[in-house]
Antibody
Framework: EVKLIESGGGPVQPGGSLRLSCAASGFSFSGSPMSWVRQAPGQGLEWISYISTTGRTIQYADSVRGRCTISRDNDDKSLYLQLDSLRVDDTAVYFC????????WGPGTMVTVSS | QSALTQPPSASGSPGQSVTISCTGTSSDIGSFSYISWYQQVPGKAPKLILFEVNVRPSGVPDRFSGSKSGNTASLTVSGLRPEDEADYYCVSYAGTTNPSIFGTGTKVTV
């Protein structure tokens, strides 16, 4: 069974930083491209970043480019998202997603940016 | 990476059917059959209900069906039940540089 567990969310002040983690199990993590998707309160799903199996291909949405760094550790079966220069509109639930013909989702971790 | 367009809301009475459209372009929906649909209730992660246009995962009732024509995919929920009330999102593959394009989401009210 595919299992993805996010952690690292919490309250943070504008301008601050957070590092989100995602622990993966139940599938070939090193063989799976991964993404982060977020959902602001009451809003739709927003893809924000993608990383290929080896980490050689990385993509970011315009909304986070320059403030966000995705990475992975295939030995540890972990996905990461470093969020810097956080803004109030970054407040959202952040989901770790396994890419494929279907998407597998973690339960999400809440990031609240507020002064 | 533009979002796929869905109607903001749809509704029906119990037992009726509702169809949700998902409109993309010739670069995504029009070119690939890797279209999936997800159901999301408040506070939960999205749940897969259809993949590859019209394939239901195990456990998803056959009241859920999908189709595609040109640049538009559709989800039909037949025999609406109160538990179908949720947000629904389509997702399309659009190539290696755009592995997932999300729909804007549709709130279904029963």
């Amino acid at each position: 069974e595919v299992k993805l567990i996010e952690s690292g969310g919490g309250p943070v002040q504008p301008g601050g930083s957070l590092r989100l983690s995602c622990a993966a199990s139940g599938f070939s993590f090193s063989g799976s491209p991964m993404s982060w998707v977020r959902q602001a309160p009451g809003q739709g799903l927003e893809w924000i970043s993608y990383i290929s199996t080896t980490g050689r291909t990385i993509q970011y949405a315009d909304s986070v480019r320059g403030r966000c760094t995705i990475s992975r550790d295939n030995d540890d079966k972990s996905l990461y998202l470093q969020l810097d220069s956080l803004r109030v509109d970054d407040t959202a639930v952040y989901f770790c997603v396994r890419q494929g013909s279907v998407l597998h989702w973690g339960p999400g971790t809440m990031v609240t940016v507020s002064s | 990476q533009s979002a796929l367009t869905q109607p903001p809301s749809a509704s029906g009475s119990p037992g009726q059917s509702v169809t949700i459209s998902c409109t993309g372009t010739s670069s995504d929906i029009g070119s690939f059959s890797y279209i999936s649909w997800y159901q999301q209730v408040p506070g939960k992660a999205p749940k897969l209900i259809l993949f590859e246009v019209n394939v239901r995962p195990s456990g998803v009732p056959d009241r859920f069906s999908g189709s595609k024509s040109g640049n538009t995919a559709s989800l039909t929920v037949s025999g609406l039940r109160p538990e179908d009330e949720a947000d629904y999102y389509c997702v399309s593959y659009a190539g290696t540089t755009n592995p997932s394009i999300f729909g804007t989401g549709t709130k279904v009210t029963v």
